[in-house]
């Protein structure tokens, strides 16, 4: 169900449900909560792209799955998407989702947990929970800070589909297009210094959650524990000439 390719300091991780339209259920939430929080520990990775198999990114919950909740069990269901999408946060490195077909309810909170996502020609969008007589709910959160709050309440609130080139008006992803764009991303992202990579995503979730006092602050201890060592700007620029 969780397919995982790696070369080069990048890990591929697909979703591989495609006769489900890699819908999430039970069995892949926790096989993918365990493949990314192994993923924390290896010295060597520097991105992290999350895809699909198929036609889709991932259609959402498993609607055979959905059917069996009730008051019992539906709070543990959603608490696993929960920790997914905390995995993929709590990675050190950056987390490109690679986009296409169709990114619907806790595929689009997937998806937001991740740094940058590229959405290719033709994928759309929803938050559809509201039909089914649920609220979204988790990382459905992470919309506001990705979009506006208006915009967030427009998907939450009306369940209707999005199109890529809206999506990325919106700001909910970064860029349309196809395997170029993701691999001119991926490039781009491992032509940064490895630790400043690091340093720059953990920065960049404080900057979402912090007071702006506080951001400030810990961006300027960040910035000197840089310096560490013996290190200094012009040592990297030499040593990038030579």
């Known amino acids: 169900m969780v397919e ?13 449900r495609p006769e489900k339209s890699n819908a999430v259920n039970t069995p892949l939430l926790l096989q993918l909560r365990e493949k990314l929080e ?14 699909g198999r198929g036609k889709a990114f991932c259609g959402g919950a498993d609607v055979t799955e959905l059917a069996t ?13 929960h920790r997914v999408c905390a995995a993929l946060r709590a990675l050190p490195v950056p987390v490109v989702a690679k986009l ?26 929803a938050m559809p929970e509201v ?3 649920i609220p979204s709910v988790v990382e459905a959160a992470l919309l506001p800070r990705l979009m506006g709050a208006g915009r967030a309440a427009w998907l939450v ?11 990325r008006d919106w700001g909910l992803v970064e860029e349309v297009g196809g395997d170029e764009a993701v691999e001119k991303l991926v490039e781009s992202l491992l032509a940064g210094d490895r ?5 720059q995503k953990a920065l960049c979730q404080l900057w979402d959650e912090a007071p702006l006092q506080e951001s400030v602050a810990r961006s300027v201890e960040a910035f000197g524990r840089a310096f560490r060592g013996g290190n200094t700007i012009s040592s990297r620029l030499k040593g990038k000439r030579n």
């Not at 296409?100 to 997937?110: R, S």
């Open 38 to 51: 192994e993923m924390r520990s290896h010295a060597d990775l520097r991105v992290v792209v999350l895809a």
């Open 100 to 125: 296409h077909g169709a990114v619907i309810g806790a595929g689009l909170e997937i998806a937001a947990a991740c740094d940058l996502r590229v959405a290719a020609p033709g994928t759309k969008f």
């Open 195 to 199: 630790e400043a990579l690091r340093q």
């Open 69 to 81: 909740l009730d008051a019992t069990n539906g709070g543990a269901f959603v608490e696993r998407i």
């Open 131 to 133: 039909r089914l007589g």
């Open 4 to 16: 995982i390719q790696q070369a080069g300091g990048v890990a591929r991780i697909f979703l591989n």
């Open 157 to 167: 609130l009306t369940g209707d589909f999005i199109d890529a080139a809206r999506a």
